[in-house]
């Protein structure tokens, strides 16, 4: 074979295996291509499918929304439940009866407050911010000048005070300051030992929430410690304590953060401060009283407060009497507290009363002589119209001339406004 046959041979060769294999090749290529076109097919299916859920479930959305978006009110029932709100009490009242009381404010800077007595460590009345309050240091205690000895409070009592919060203080530990309600009968003796509370606060004075308290309800486990997470703000936070019994509540600044059902009876208190801090641990504004909020099983006890008083210091003493200011109209909200007096004298026909009208000393008292005056008789018309005989009834007008409280501050004015019931 010569060179051109063999170089034909091979090229026919060479034409006949590339279209072999370019068919082969176009196969393949249409196969792949039958491939992504089902792809397409199918995913444009599946696209349409979900097209055609949406829409439907959108219509069945806007069904219950409404038209432009707006819900129904069936929804909004629904969204209610769902997040319902949350309410916490504020039922804290003072209790009728005063049997404590020191906003500091007569007090010379610098000595250790004449209301009070020292157990340990050491006290003394300073000035923060212009105001008076009593600071507890080198491992301080003190406690009120009850001249009683042993046990002073009552079944039930109300306890108040302010205590300074820190929150940019550096370097400073927590749990600095503690209301120790104890359970002994030795006042003399520093109630350190944890049996010897019936229930402990414990404020964390600066930086976090580190606050706790301790309660002793009886049982054999002791004392219990709870962590409480709180957040105080800086500043004077106010503190009140309610015991019924043997039910125990503590309130912040209105808001109820304490709940306890059974605790000991407690005996007497005091203020402790663990540490040797200066410029730190400030108290004010310290109340003690007879009385307390109503337990929720309250049927047991069927005195008044009004009675409560009256039976055991011969006078109701409230500031739940309201009048108009500079004048002798009274408030609606002083109704429901007219009619607790007026149950009483209801219940005691033959009992007579002066009612009493004291102002603050705002004023003259050309001003406010007369104002008191005119104040207790619109009181004696209010229970007479509730039925109250007033045959048993004086108005006497006392003007600014018996204060309770210090006339320098708004609290203090506020308690000296006020109407007492004294029995005759």
């Known amino acids: 074979m010569d060179g051109k046959r063999l170089m034909m041979a091979l090229a026919l060769l060479f034409a006949v295996t590339t279209g072999v294999s370019a068919q082969g090749w176009l196969g393949k290529l249409k196969d792949k291509a039958k491939e992504k076109i089902q792809n397409k097919v199918e995913d444009a299916v599946d ?16 069904a219950v929304k409404g038209k432009k978006g707006k819900k129904s009110k069936d929804e909004a029932v629904v969204a209610a439940d769902d ?3 949350v309410a916490t009490s504020t039922d804290f009242k003072r209790g009728s009866v005063i049997l404590f009381q020191d906003d500091f404010q007569g007090e010379t800077l610098g000595e250790f407050p004449s209301k009070w007595d020292l157990i340990a460590g050491n006290a003394e009345v300073r000035s923060l911010g212009g105001v008076k309050a009593v600071e507890i240091t080198n491992n301080g205690i003190i406690t009120p000048l009850i001249r009683e000895p042993g046990a002073y409070l009552p079944e039930e009592f109300t ?4 205590f300074y ?35 402990a606060f414990i404020h964390a004075v600066s930086g976090g929430t580190d606050h706790s308290y301790e309660y002793n309800n009886g049982s054999a486990a002791g004392l219990k410690t709870e962590r409480l ?37 407690p005996t007497w208190m005091c203020f402790q401060v663990p540490f040797e801090y200066e410029n730190l641990t400030f108290i004010r504004n310290v109340v003690i009283a007879k009385g307390a909020v109503a337990l929720y099983d309250r049927n047991e006890q069927s005195m008044t407060a009004v009675e409560k008083a009256i039976n055991e210091t011969g006078k109701f003493v409230t500031n739940n009497i309201l009048f108009k ?100």
């Open 47 to 62: 696209k349409g499918m979900d097209n055609v859920l949406n829409k439907a479930e959108e219509e069945a959305t806007g």
């Open 83 to 85: 997040n319902p709100s």
């Open 159 to 162: 306890i108040e005070y302010d």
């Open 165 to 199: 919060y820190w929150n940019q203080k550096q370097d400073v530990a927590l749990n600095d300051i503690k209301l120790v309600l104890a359970n002994t009968t030795d006042r003399n003796a520093s109630p350190m030992g944890t049996d010897e509370h019936a229930f």
């Open 229 to 265: 997470e709180h957040a105080f703000k800086q500043g004077w936070r106010h503190v009140a304590l309610s015991f019924n019994k043997r039910a125990l509540k503590v309130y912040v600044d209105g808001k109820r953060i304490i709940n306890l059902p059974r605790v000991q009876q």
């Open 325 to 424: 200011t500079g004048k002798a109209d009274l408030l609606p909200e002083s109704t429901a507290e007219i009619q607790k007096v007026a149950d009483y004298m209801k219940k005691n026909p033959t009992a007579r009363f002066e009612v009493q009208g004291h102002t603050d000393s705002q004023g003259s008292d050309a001003v406010n002589d007369p104002l008191s005056q005119k104040r207790a008789e619109a009181v004696v018309r209010a229970l007479a119209s509730l039925g109250v005989d007033d045959f048993n009834l004086k108005a006497v007008g006392k003007g600014s001339h018996e204060p309770v409280a210090d006339n320098k501050t708004e609290a203090g004015r506020a308690q000296n406004r006020r109407v007492v019931f004294v029995k005759k």
